[in-house]
């Protein structure tokens, strides 16, 4: 059975600040999702990353696949208050109906 | 705007009543997918249908079941609801039946009382 790990579950810090959220396996999976649900609403995506070490960098989001894609990690830069929410990853595996999903990391940010 | 629909949008019912919820998958899209989030929990996933047909299951319990129509419209059945059914419960489609990124409702809150 294929699990994606997250950490840290739970994250409250200062505007301003950077931080990193990490989303680990033991398995390898052939592509990886990021998404970010706001309350009250359905998780939209920020991005996919598919090759090992790919980086991908979406304003001051900087999303990273590991080497042997079993691994990956978002860093926010200066993080605002717009960046609540819950941060989900979720694994291309073995099934190809089905994508694995990290239980998330809930982010707060405070003004 | 995500473009998948879901109705309603809050649902208050009592215990041993039976419940349908309803998605609109976003247009070309032909693969449909049902997930429960509890309070302050990570997603899932139930089932999934691709063109009609039931490609997936996931911890989805005998009591509730669903299907795609021909339109690609699909229908979430909960039956002899329990309190521990209250949850929000998303429909997410895709093109593909795959690996492809989702596009999210915005759910259904469901309260069993």
């Known amino acids: 059975t294929q699990l994606l790990e997250q950490s840290p579950q739970f994250l409250s810090i200062q505007e301003g600040e950077n931080l990193t959220v990490y989303c680990n396996s033991s398995s390898v999976f052939s592509s990886l999702q990021w998404y970010r649900q706001e309350p009250g609403e359905g998780p939209v995506l920020l991005v996919t990353v598919v090759t090992g070490g790919e980086v991908k960098k979406l304003k001051r989001l900087t999303f990273q696949f590991g080497d042997a894609r079993k691994d990956s990690s978002l860093h926010i830069t200066a993080a605002q208050t717009g960046d609540t929410g819950l941060y989900l990853c979720a694994g291309a595996g073995d099934s190809n109906y089905q994508l694995i999903w990290g239980a998330g990391t809930k982010l707060i940010i405070k003004p | 705007d995500s473009g998948v629909t879901q109705t309603p949008k809050h649902l208050i019912t009592a215990t041993g009543q039976r419940v349908t919820l309803r998605c609109s998958p976003r247009?070309?899209?032909?693969?449909v997918y049902w997930y429960q989030q509890s309070l302050d929990q990570g997603l899932q996933f139930l089932i999934q249908?691709?063109?009609?047909?039931e490609r997936a299951k996931g911890n989805i319990l005998e009591r509730f079941s669903a299907q795609q129509f021909p339109d690609l419209h699909s229908e979430l059945n909960l039956s002899s609801l329990e309190l521990g059914d209250s949850a929000l419960y998303f429909c997410?489609?895709?093109w593909g039946q795959g690996n492809s990124p989702l596009h999210f409702g915005n759910g259904t809150r469901l309260t069993v009382t």
């Open positions: 997410a489609s895709s």
């Open positions: 249908y691709y063109n009609g047909e």
């Open positions: 247009s070309g899209d032909l693969s």
